[in-house]
């Protein structure tokens, strides 16, 4: 926990120039806020290092496949909802020391994201803190997500690693042991909620 709070003060301090920012989320998809209320967990499936779930709230539902192996205070997770089953977000949580008393964009970083021994994936990713959540959140701003999660549901490992400028990079690494069968669960209930409301 000490490397990631030290990364994240760290970072703080390190934004982009706004117009950099602006242009970057701009020409990428909104991903739905998720983090930003407290979902009830609902249908949880263990799949070895993996899980998948329903997440609700009132009337809204959200599925999620998640790895909660490799780190006591790191998850990540690949999301879907009703309506759009086909486009899913990549999103890392990093339980920080005390709730945050406002939502904002922490930083916007250069990432590089690795699967085993296939090519680097070079990209950006937004920290992103909320109001009264203990989460830092990472979202990650992907071209081809198809073929990520095609690599995913094949793959040992997952490797992340966040630029930090003068700084050494962030590295994190997690398991992709169980992710297949997670991330299938995921998309068939998403899928099913689908057919079901149509």
Known sequence: MPLIITALHA?????????????VVSSMAVTPATNAATFNTEDVASHDHWQSMTLSLGGEQHYRAVET???????????????????????????????????????LVPTRLRIDEQPVIDTMAEFITERGDDGFYTHFYLSDLEALIADMRQGEQLFLGFDQEEREPW????????????????????????????
């Open 11 to 23: 970072l703080r301090f390190h934004l982009l120039p706004l117009a950099t920012m602006t242009m």
């Open 69 to 107: 192996h490799s780190y006591s205070d790191a998850t990540l997770s690949l999301n879907t909802s009703p309506g759009v089953c086909d486009l899913p977000w990549l999103e890392m949580r990093v339980t920080l020391e005390q709730q945050q008393g406002e939502s904002r964009t922490v930083n």
């Open 171 to 198: 590295y994190m690494t997690f398991s992709l042991q169980g992710a297949d069968a997670a991330i299938t669960r995921m998309l068939t209930q998403c899928e099913g909620t689908e057919y079901t409301t149509h």
